[in-house]
């Protein structure tokens, strides 16, 4: 899978609550299906297809002990998504120092003027 399509893929799997809790859930440990289905209102059907998505995405692998798959998680696709999000958070953390030294001025302004006016 390209790059882009990757990420894209990375995100789209994040972008759903329950595929975020398996995640989650995947992260202290393997899990079968129906153990990762227990928490939610859904069928194994239901939670199978979410378990695709997050394994098209590369976010988990599926094991095969005998009828018992296993699905364990992969983070490293996840790594090149903070990647992409880092690059905005150091726009924003610019943008907010900057928004740090205006206020800061108008204060010291207001302080001035306020002084000036006793």
């Known amino acids: 899978m390209e790059k882009a399509e990757q990420l894209n893929a990375v995100f789209a799997a994040l972008a759903d609550p329950t595929r975020r809790a398996i995640l989650s859930r995947l992260a202290s440990g393997d899990a079968s299906v129906n153990e990762l289905r ?8 239901a939670i199978s297809k979410h378990l695709k998505v997050l394994e098209r995405a590369g976010l988990i692998e599926r ?5 018992r798959r296993p699905a364990r998680l992969k983070a490293a696709p996840m790594a090149e998504a903070v990647r992409w999000l880092e690059e905005f958070k150091r726009f924003w953390a610019s943008s907010f120092d900057q ?15 306020d002084d000036d006016n006793e």
């Open 38 to 45: 227990a928490p939610f209102a859904m069928s194994q059907p």
């Open 99 to 113: 928004l740090d030294a205006l206020l800061e001025d108008l204060k010291q302004d207001q302080t001035k003027r």
């Open 63 to 67: 094991g095969i002990a005998q009828q």
